[in-house]
């Protein structure tokens, strides 16, 4: 049997750093494998998510987001938007790139940049982060588990450990 522990991955590793990840066979060592930290970011069907290689400004996505909720597209919006920055590693600050995705679910162009150029999804944008402050949420990513809350990309034993937590309230 081949084992790779979960102990062996750090919880914190810096983007610019690279590990070597020991692979054994009992006690014996049978591979050393270099891996960078985003190759520990896998997809459920096994392809890896690749990171932009800047940090977008996400301003303009929200606001297209909000106008494909307004117009019934908020889902198919959002996961074309989520699978080009995590799995195709583009840009999602790129507008002309997020007017390309918007029209691709149906959304009409001039619609959107007439809807942008408005005071109104700043305006909503600025009464969510309100509306977050007062519950709490600081950051992101954040996780509702049973009760708790889970604010910011955290090592997975925290994670393990709220669940169960909340599983542990489930049953009682």
């Not at 919880?11 to 750093?17: A, E, L, Q, R, S």
């Amino acid at each position: 049997m081949i084992l790779i522990k979960r102990d062996d991955i750090p919880d914190v590793i810096p983007w610019n750093k690279s590990l070597t990840l020991t692979i054994h066979q009992g006690t014996t060592i049978m591979k050393k494998v270099p891996l960078k930290p985003s190759d520990l970011l896998i997809n459920e069907d096994g392809s890896k998510f690749r990171l932009s290689e800047k940090l977008p400004n996400s301003q303009m996505a929200l606001y297209m987001s909000e106008f494909a909720k307004k117009n019934g597209k908020f889902d198919e919006f959002h996961k074309l938007v989520f699978d080009n920055y995590w799995i195709q590693g583009k840009d999602i600050g790129d507008k002309d790139l997020l007017l390309d995705l918007a029209e691709s679910v149906g959304l009409d162009k001039n619609e959107i940049l007439n809807y942008i150029e408005t005071d109104e999804p700043s305006k909503m944008l600025e009464e969510s982060g309100f509306e977050l402050g007062r519950c709490g949420i600081n950051g992101v990513p954040t996780f509702f588990i049973g009760e708790e809350v889970v604010i910011g990309a955290q090592p997975y034993s925290i994670f393990e450990e709220a669940i169960e937590r909340a599983l542990q309230e489930d049953s009682a």
